[in-house]
């Protein structure tokens, strides 16, 4: 399987990828498979995936955990170093061009109090939304990878599975 393949099987279209990385073959080592569990745990268990209510939540909260995931990935990679090449790059694309262009949105605006108020923290709310659902397309890749059963169906909303 190439790298395009691996993002268009799971729904990340928006994802770009350049020719070199496109063309590569995608083939796992068990150090991918470890680094994928471990990161597949974070996502599954924070509002990376989770639903966050209208009426539940604080957005600043919400945002300050999604951010964290830099970090996160950041520790698993430099844990794991050169044992998990393929989950490193798929991580890389993940951050770079899915989680970044939310945070640095939302960052800026949440430190100008913009969050506070209501018109915003709708939009915000929205924007999670969205990023979410590729979240979950994410973790349900890492699941793949890491060859577990995915649980991701366990955060999903009743609506979200039509």
């Known amino acids: ?10 729904g990340l279209s928006r ?10 073959e995608f083939s796992p080592n068990e150090g991918d498979e470890v680094a994928a569990w471990e990161m597949y745990v974070e996502m599954v268990t924070r509002i990376t995936t989770q639903e966050l209510h209208q009426d539940t939540g604080v957005e600043a909260t919400a945002l300050e955990s999604i951010y964290k995931m830099f970090e996160i990935t950041r ?14 790059k798929i991580a890389i694309i993940i951050l770079n061009q899915v989680i ?5 949105k939302w960052h800026k605006r949440s430190t100008d ?14 924007e999670l939304t ?17 060859k577990i059963e995915d ?5 999903t909303s009743a609506e979200e599975e039509l």
């Not at 399987?1 to 799971?10: E, R, S």
């Open 100 to 104: 970044r262009p939310f945070t640095a």
């Open 75 to 88: 520790d698993i990679l430099k844990s794991h170093g050169r044992t998990c090449k393929e989950f490193t």
């Open 130 to 146: 969205s990023l979410q659902k590729d979240l979950r397309s994410y973790s349900k890749m890492l699941a793949e990878i890491a």
């Open 113 to 126: 109090d913009q969050l506070d108020l209501s018109e915003e923290k709708q939009c915000f709310r929205e």
């Open 15 to 24: 994802v770009s990828l350049n020719l070199k990385v496109a063309e590569l």
């Open 1 to 10: 399987m190439k790298f395009k393949d691996i993002f268009k099987k799971w």
């Open 151 to 155: 649980l991701t169906y366990l955060v």
